[in-house]
């Protein structure tokens, strides 16, 4: 593709974007103050779409993400109280999100056969923990399953849509492991200690974690690496890291499940 015509592709995305964005404002109602904050963030919308694309994969509609995130930067926006701690890019990033997730979960594509598979795959985990008292590897858990390595992968690639969601629904955001877990500006003391809480959870979790596994999901979610770009830290393909970073997904998701 030459410089001319990617310009032109991108100048039509974020056309479209803005479109999205218009229509959200004839819907909400709109003033100078919340125009300007609007404009000011839109690249926001396009970057936490993103980022939660690569991680469901092919069968999430980015169209209708984009879309449910217009929405959720537009009443930021509207809704957005100077006064509180929190800066607008926190408070918009939280609302975006937490639109497009919404909008995954009303969704529902995960088919039921994968579910089993969760299912099937959690209970091996946990049966394999309590047989040895140490978690499995990635090997130890696919001979457990009675499948191939690969096929485990694949299993996990799909579970990792699910884990995906139920991490990210947790809400916190004060050390680096807290950045699976962004903080609302507007939460109560309960939900403060309820945060805070969550937090030691994740902390201690993400120690118990193989070096490899905690670097990897520490790269993407605080550091914000791309696959691409933890690919060539590790030195290995961009297919092999989703294949190790849904698999450190599904370990942290399982020490999380064992604190609950």
Do not use: C, W
């Amino acid at each position: 593709m030459t410089i001319g015509t990617d310009a032109t592709a991108q100048e039509m995305a974020a056309a479209a974007l803005r479109a999205k964005v218009n229509q959200a404002y004839a819907e909400n109602g709109r003033d100078l103050r919340e125009e300007k904050l609007i404009l000011d963030y839109l690249p926001l919308v396009r970057h936490v779409v993103q980022k939660i694309a690569a991680q469901v994969g092919p069968k999430a509609d980015v169209d209708n993400l984009m879309s449910a995130g217009a929405l959720g930067l537009v009443k930021a926006a509207k809704n957005y109280d100077a006064s509180h701690d929190a800066e607008f890019k926190t408070y918009a990033y939280i609302r975006i999100r937490g639109a497009v997730l919404d909008e995954l979960r009303g969704e529902s594509f995960v088919p039921s056969s994968i579910h089993k598979q969760i299912r099937m795959l959690r209970q091996a985990y946990q049966r394999f923990t309590d047989g040895t008292g140490r978690p499995p590897s990635d090997e130890e858990l696919a001979e457990e399953l009675g499948l191939g390595v690969t096929q485990m992968y694949h299993t996990l690639e799909e579970a990792r849509k699910q884990q995906f969601l139920s991490i990210h629904g947790l809400n916190s955001d004060q050390d680096s492991s807290s950045h699976l877990l962004p903080v609302d500006p507007g939460e109560t003391p309960l939900d403060q200690v309820e945060r805070g809480e969550l937090i030691e959870r994740l902390a201690a979790a993400l120690k118990e974690l193989p070096a490899r596994d905690r670097q990897m999901i520490l790269l993407y979610y605080e550091r914000d690496l791309t696959m691409k770009e933890i690919a060539q830290v590790f030195e290995i393909t961009e297919s092999r890291v989703s294949q190790l970073h849904a698999s450190a997904l599904f370990k942290l998701s399982m020490k999380l499940r064992s604190r609950t």
